[in-house]
């Protein structure tokens, strides 16, 4: 009896030390740290990019990007909308950084009327929250091509999600993805179609 108590103690006090509120080791004074940031399909459980970034509370810290060099790009006056809230563990905000010499991605400020093709492929940049996160994100973008936020629903979740270009193939999408330094995933444009928000 006695030994099943220690063993029961002992089993209590190793599974106590495995929580999920444990701190990083690492911690710099200014809350940053080294951890790991994984983004793609949230229905998908092989299509996925794992890389070690700094984080501060769970989000990936980038340093400011250096205004480019090119003509001064129209600001739009239009607002986003806020609209549904995503925050849950496979959902991941990725954060990215500038291509070197590109010139200033042009983002779709309100929701396109047309529909999306079902042939082809898409560069995803990222999945957000809301509207207004993606919006924001894909604003701060230094890509060369035109970035588009669509809503679509996965999971019974809404999300919006900032995409780059149309490919007629996947060798197409991934070539042309070679000069990115931000997380993306090659995302066919039928998938895109059938989550979309009508």
């Known amino acids: 009896m006695i030994r099943i108590l220690f063993t029961t103690a002992v089993l209590l006090g190793t599974l106590a030390g495995c929580s999920s509120t444990v701190v990083p080791?690492?911690?710099?004074p200014n809350g940053e740290y080294i951890g790991w940031h994984c983004s793609g399909d949230i229905t998908s459980e092989s299509d996925w990019r794992c890389e070690q970034k700094t984080l501060k509370?769970?989000?990936?810290?980038t340093a400011a990007a250096p205004p480019p060099a090119a003509a001064p790009v129209a600001q739009s006056s239009q607002e986003p909308t806020q609209e549904p809230v995503k925050e849950s563990a496979p959902i991941v905000e990725s954060v990215p950084s500038p291509v070197a010499e590109a010139a200033p991605a042009?983002?779709?400020?309100?929701?396109?009327?047309?529909?999306?093709?079902?042939?082809?492929?898409?560069?995803q940049l990222g999945a957000y929250l809301s509207r207004q996160q993606a919006e924001e994100?894909?604003?701060?973008?230094?890509?060369?091509?035109?970035?588009e936020v669509r809503e679509i629903i996965s999971q019974g979740r809404a999300f919006s999600v900032i995409l780059l270009g149309h490919y007629p193939t996947r060798n197409e999408a991934e070539a042309?993805?070679?000069?990115?330094?931000?997380?993306?995933?090659v995302r066919s444009m039928r998938s895109l179609a059938d989550a979309a928000v009508d």
């Open 25 to 28: 080791a690492k911690v710099g």
């Open 57 to 61: 509370d769970g989000k990936v810290v």
């Open 106 to 123: 042009k983002t779709e400020q309100s929701l396109p009327t047309k529909s999306l093709p079902t042939t082809g492929y898409s560069l």
């Open 137 to 147: 994100a894909a604003a701060d973008m230094v890509l060369s091509g035109t970035l």
């Open 176 to 185: 042309a993805a070679q000069n990115l330094t931000i997380s993306y995933w």
